[in-house]
Every structure is written in C-alpha cells, then in structure tokens.
C-alpha cells in the first residue's frame, strides 16, 4: 500500500551532520504518522524520532533529542532526519517507517518500512 525509499546514508566523522530522506509512493495519505528507527548489529530496532501529519505531534529519544529533527515536505511526500552532532554511538542502518494514525515509538506498532541506509560515525 506504501513504499518507502531511505537514502543519504554514508560515512561522517564525529561531530558531523547528515540528512537522511524518505521517500514515500503508494496510497500515501494525511493520516499517516512517520517515524525513524535505527538498528545497530546484533541490537534490537530503537526508536529515534517520530511525527504525526501535521508536526503538532513530534516525539524524539532522550539519546538524540536537541541533535537531530525530524521534519515532512508533505508536498514531495519526503520525511527527512537532520541529524547533527553526530557520535559514533549513532552509527546504525536507519529506517523510515509509516502508519495510520497517531505517531508511537514501538517499531511493532508501524505498518509500512523502508529497506535501510547505512550511516556510520567515525571518531
């Protein structure tokens, strides 16, 4: 129903920005919430920064919270993650995920995933 494409992945030193995007096809609607996750090898999924529709709603993880935003070019059907200050501690595969209603920060809780863009921080 939605295809999502992540890209802008690569190699930053510490102290680095990035900007990650997420390009959205399909039924695509104003309902759906959008999210960021990141998996590091051998960990489980975490939760890095979600929003609903319209960005009343914008949630982040303590761990990236004042570093990295969020934010949803509607028109392009694009979310993108700014991420700044970055530590190697960031260093994960990052997905984008989408589902109805309101944004969470369970990974189990949205419906629709991206296929990954690498990033990784060196120091």
């Known amino acids: 129903q939605v295809q999502l494409v992540e890209s802008g992945g690569g190699l930053v030193q510490a102290g680095g920005s990035l900007r990650l995007s997420c390009a959205a096809s399909g039924r695509t609607s104003s309902g759906y919430a959008v999210g960021w996750f990141r998996q590091a090898p051998g960990k489980e999924r975490e939760f890095v920064a979600a929003?609903?529709?319209?960005?009343?709603?914008?949630y982040y993880a303590d761990s990236v919270k004042g570093r990295f935003t969020i934010s949803r070019d509607n028109a392009k059907n694009t979310v993108y993650l700014q991420m700044n200050s970055l530590k190697p501690e960031d260093t994960a595969v990052y997905y984008c995920a989408a589902r109805s209603g309101s944004p969470r920060m369970i990974p189990n809780e949205y419906d629709y995933w991206g296929q990954g863009t690498q990033v990784t921080i060196s120091s």
């Open positions: 929003r609903g529709w319209s960005g009343y709603s914008t």
